[in-house]
C-alpha cells in the first residue's frame, strides 16, 4: 500500500510548524488570486468585518479589512488565535453577493481549528460573526 502524503506528514509537525506552513500556502494562493478588479469588476470596494467572540477568555480584538480593485481577490482569514490551524473562507459568500446583486451579507460560524494550549489540543471553537459589504 502506498503512503498518502501532505495532511498525514502535517501532523506530525509541530504547532508552528504547521502553522508557518499553512501561512505559506494562504501567501501563495493569495499572489495567485486574481485582482478584484478583474475577478469582480462591479465593486469598488468590499469590506470584511470580524468579530470574534469567546466564552473562556478575553477575544482577540476584532478585524476590519477593506480591498481595493488593486488587491487580489482572496477571502481567507486565520484565525486570530497563534496556536490554531483554523481559518475562515468567506470565498463562497462573497460569490453569492456578486451573483445575487446585493450589497452586504451577514452571518457566523465557529472556528473549526485546533488550538495547542497548556493541556494539549483542543477544538478552537472561537465564535466569529461577519458581515461582509460591497460598495459600488
Ligand atoms: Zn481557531
Known amino acids: 500500500m502506498r503512503r498518502r502524503p501532505s ?25 495567485a488570486a486574481k485582482e478584484l478588479r478583474v475577478r469582480f469588476p462591479q ?10 467572540n469567546d466564552e473562556a477568555t478575553l477575544p482577540p480584538a476584532p478585524q476590519s479589512i477593506v480591498l481595493y480593485p488593486p488587491a487580489r481577490a482572496y477571502f481567507v482569514y486565520p484565525c486570530p488565535y497563534n496556536s490554531c490551524s483554523g481559518e475562515l473562507n468567506l ?28 493541556h494539549g489540543k483542543a477544538p478552537c471553537n472561537l465564535h466569529i460573526q461577519y458581515s461582509i459589504a460591497a460598495g459600488r
Open 7 to 31: 495532511t498525514a506528514n502535517l501532523a506530525g509537525l509541530s504547532p508552528e510548524k504547521a502553522r508557518n506552513l499553512l501561512r505559506e500556502k494562504q501567501r501563495l494562493d493569495r499572489m
Open 91 to 118: 470565498a463562497a459568500n462573497v460569490d453569492d453577493i456578486a451573483e445575487q446583486g446585493t450589497e452586504h451579507a451577514v452571518g457566523h460560524v465557529r472556528c473549526s481549528g485546533e488550538r495547542h494550549g497548556a
Open 43 to 52: 465593486f469598488a470596494t468590499l469590506r470584511v468585518d470580524l468579530v470574534f
